[in-house]
């Protein structure tokens, strides 16, 4: 059996530009990058759709029209491309994060990281149904390799979001009943999982007259902190100021 496309061969086109100057090593690497990430892609709408249970190698591979073999020159199981899918998207989202990191004041810092986790979720739904509103599979637990990154804010969108949450807690940002981080921490990410889920699932159901994301996503975000903040007018930009350091004067 062919191992290539299943589709009907089309004589191929002639090679233009960049592929035209390419050797044909270069221009199979290119055609292998792009046909792996067109497995991921079908794996992780089936993923979603059907149930990592239900979907098998060969299913993935009549969702793109390719015969089982070509799936297996990429993944050696389904379990390996699912912890793939699992740390490509994560990683996404972690970079996003990592654009914050420059943000000096830990609250705005929170803040836009809350904005940045629901623009994610709506503009990529399936990652985010698959990171998220679906149970891990036990035969895809995280190797060694998904695992290096937990902990570390830089590459961990949990440690991230932690760390700046502690930060503020030094600072005094926070109500002594909000000095706990993993708590806050928890609470934060609760709140906005529970908008991100709820603008994939019922974003168009016609009973709802929903407001812009944009509006929902700050009001969400400015609703938790402003509950948990000593000084709540802190996230008010008219009157917002840089924090005094801890023990200063008054």
């Not at 009973?207 to 509950?227: A, D, P, T």
Request: aromatic share 8%.
């Amino acid at each position: 059996m062919n191992t290539v496309s299943t589709r009907n061969p089309a004589r191929p086109a002639r090679p233009t530009g960049a592929d035209a100057a390419a050797t044909p090593a270069a221009r199979r690497a290119r055609e292998q990058a792009a046909l792996r990430e067109k497995i991921l892609a079908a794996a992780r709408d089936l993923f979603v759709r059907q149930g990592y249970e239900a979907v098998s190698m060969r299913r993935i591979a009549e969702a793109i029209e390719y015969t089982p073999p070509a799936i297996y020159t990429h993944f050696r199981d389904k379990s390996e491309l699912m912890r793939e899918l699992c740390r490509r998207d994560f990683e996404t989202l972690a970079a996003r994060f990592l654009r914050l990191r420059r943000v000096h004041d830990p609250v705005e810092r929170i803040l836009r990281a809350g904005l940045a986790y629901i623009a994610f979720a709506v503009e990529h739904p399936n990652h985010y149904r698959l990171m998220f509103m679906s149970p891990p599979p036990c035969e895809a637990e995280p190797d060694s390799e998904c695992l290096r990154g937990i902990g570390d804010p830089e590459q961990d969108g949990y440690a991230f979001l932690n760390f700046s949450v502690a930060d503020a807690i030094t600072q005094g940002r926070f109500r002594p009943e909000f000095r706990d981080a993993e708590f806050v921490s928890q609470v934060l990410w609760a709140g906005v999982h529970g908008l991100a889920s709820l603008l994939i699932t019922h974003r168009d159901d016609p009973l709802i007259n929903w407001h812009g994301v944009e509006k929902l996503s700050r009001g969400m975000c400015e609703s938790l902190l402003r509950g948990m903040l000593t000084d709540p007018r802190s996230l008010d930009p008219r009157t917002r100021k840089a924090p005094k350091p801890k023990g200063a004067a008054s």
